[in-house]
């Protein structure tokens, strides 16, 4: 029996949380706050394997139809 | 000789590729990554010299920053009429699931309409799942991970239920042959009605008599509908299981989803399986998975109603669903209604109350939206209209 990882359904992409030097960089290059960014809920299942906490950030890698690889950020809010 | 001059061939052309790659590799970041492969099949294609290429590089480089969407552009607005407009010519029937018999399944315009007003559970919920390794391909094994799944209740298996007067009893007739096809006994029922605890269960021939300890006629209607709903066996909310053959391997396709619980099942892989039922998804596998699922199944309805609307416009309208870290409908209860501006939200439904709500609440609007422009005719923050001036007075004594 295979055993369930939810990081590997078809529908999960990868899923990094970003070192605070990242994160800086990315607030840097975007000129944003990271509340600005889209949210994740910290009950979200993906937030609860990884471990984030509210205030992160995580880098999302999407396999997109349109651009092949596609990067995404979700900030980690509480609730 | 001959390996020589394959030799020299080979060489030209591992030439000819690290050129290639030697060209993009200041592009990677600036590209996208399906650009980037289209480019090199392409330019690995064409008789080219280095100098030519670098021109085709510039100029899609040129082309895809032309492309981009400008600072300011309305690309809400597009993506809504370039889904809304098709979305008229939609047909309003329902049509049988394309291969899969007796298997119905909501498309089209009540479908999409499902998806973007974020229903809890679609009127069709449905789920495709996919079997591992050892059960895939063979029927015989396939078959044996439907019956984990489906679900099968006395109702299913009872050929009739009879309340007996004179004893106060009931007397379930049980249909041998379907038990049997279900790999059910008959000792299996009676231990899950005894578990029911209403009275004393027993086993003559093919009936299985309960004796309930009340007697009351309301309590023994309701009774009766309990022990027709007991689940036997299989998952709960899954009405009916379909094997069907998809190139070498079997697939199953369900009536009724329940995510959680099949992806405990043996036998599937746990990681293929999908189900309509988006808001189960974003509970299970959370919201960036939602995303995924409400991208798929809304470009999924357009394209089978042979529209042609770009992804992106679909992507535009599950991103806004998404962003807030729960699935939000595009209405009243989600996006619409969730502006902070108090004149857009009063021009969008019951002006009424939003306006007494704000007055009472003392609210203020700070002007920064399309709508409220409109409404106060000012000049709207789209296009041009973003930019704003700001003046830096020069410094005391400068």
Known sequence: ????????????????????????????????????????????????????????????ERNSEVAGKSIAYRYVVPG | MVDKKANTKAEKEDQKLTLINKLLSEY?????????????????????????????????????????????????????????????????????????????????LPRLIEIVDARRTPSTPTMTIRLDEDHKYSLEKAKEVASRIERIAVENIAKSIEYDMVNSSFIIEIDEEIAQDKGIELEYVARALERLKVGTVEIEGNNIIITPTTTSPDKIKRLRERILDLRLKGIKGIKRVLVQKEGDEYVLHTDGSNLSAVLQVKGIDP????????????????????????????????????????????????????CTGKIRQIG????????????????????????????????????????????????????????????????EGA
């Open chain 2, 271 to 322: 990681h293929k399986v999908y189900t309509n039922n988006i808001s189960e998804i974003a509970e299970v596998l959370g919201i960036e998975a939602a995303r995924s699922a409400i991208i798929k199944e809304a470009f999924q309805v357009l394209d089978q109603q042979g529209l042609d609307v770009d992804m992106r416009h679909v992507i535009l309208i599950a991103d806004l669903m998404t």
């Open chain 2, 28 to 108: 990677l970041d600036k590209l996208p990554e399906s650009l980037i492969t289209e480019l090199k099949e392409k330019l690995y294609k064409l008789e080219l010299n280095e100098e030519q290429m670098r021109k085709v590089v510039e100029e899609v480089n040129r082309a895809y920053i032309r492309a981009l969407v400008e600072p300011g552009e309305a690309a809400g607005t597009v993506a809504a009429q370039s889904v809304g407009e098709p979305g008229t010519q939609m047909t309003l029937r329902t049509f049988h699931y394309a291969g899969v018999r007796e298997l119905n399944v909501t498309l089209g």
């Open chain 2, 332 to 395: 009243r209860h989600g996006v619409s209604g969730e502006k902070s501006s108090v004149l857009a939200r009063a021009a969008f439904e019951v002006t009424v109350k939003h306006l007494l709500d704000a007055a009472s609440h003392g609210e203020e609007d700070a002007l920064e939206g399309v709508t409220e422009n409109v409404i106060v005719g000012q000049s709207i923050p789209l296009g041009t209209g973003v930019v704003e001036l700001f003046m830096r007075f020069p410094k």
């Open chain 1, 1 to 60: 029996m295979v055993k369930f990882d939810i990081l590997k359904h078809e529908l999960v992409p990868k899923f990094t949380i970003l070192s605070k030097e990242e994160v800086e960089a990315l607030r840097q290059t975007y000129g944003i706050r990271k509340e600005h960014l889209p949210w994740i809920r910290k009950s979200d299942p993906i937030c609860k394997v990884l471990g984030a906490k509210p205030g992160d950030v995580l880098k999302i």
